[in-house]
Nanobody, 129 residues
Framework: QLQLVESGGGSVQPGESLRLSCTAS????????IGWIRQAPGKEREGVSCINFNDDSTNYEDSVKGRFTISRDSAKNTVYVQMNSLNPEDSGVYYC??????????????????????WGQGTQVTVSS
């Protein structure tokens, strides 16, 4: 019943910023772990960040640490990722995925953790000169 919709993608130049949103409907995100996963053409899926609604824990891949910030607005049933200092290697389709796991603390970014999660349709991010 849970549905996710990503938005906020676009085309930017290196060094610029974007903020992506993931809005859920059909259920609240209580007890969920939310991950952001991206995929560039010809490359494997790459987990970039996650947030746990159980304990508000967050985690980041090393390649985005210090540049990306994940956050949530529970009243809006929405998760955001603020992406600063973007570079061409950040290009790809960005997906959010929601995995219900009551009581679990922390989160992992690896995309395989979300194989059985709810996924959105993705939003395109292109970083080029």
């Amino acid at each position: 019943q849970l549905q996710l919709v990503e938005s906020g993608g676009g085309s930017v130049q290196p060094g610029e910023s974007l903020r992506l949103s993931c809005t859920a409907s059909g259920s609240t995100l209580d007890y969920y772990i939310i991950g952001w996963i991206r995929q560039a053409p010809g490359k494997e899926r790459e987990g970039v960040s996650c947030i746990n609604f159980n304990d508000d824990s967050t985690n980041y891949e090393d390649s985005v640490k210090g540049r990306f910030t994940i956050s949530r607005d529970s009243a809006k049933n929405t998760v955001y990722v603020q992406m600063n200092s973007l570079n061409p290697e950040d290009s790809g389709v960005y997906y959010c995925a929601a995995l219900r796991w009551p009581g679990y603390r922390g989160c992992l970014t690896h995309p395989a953790r979300y194989d059985n999660a709810h996924w959105g349709q993705g939003t395109q991010v292109t970083v080029s000169s």
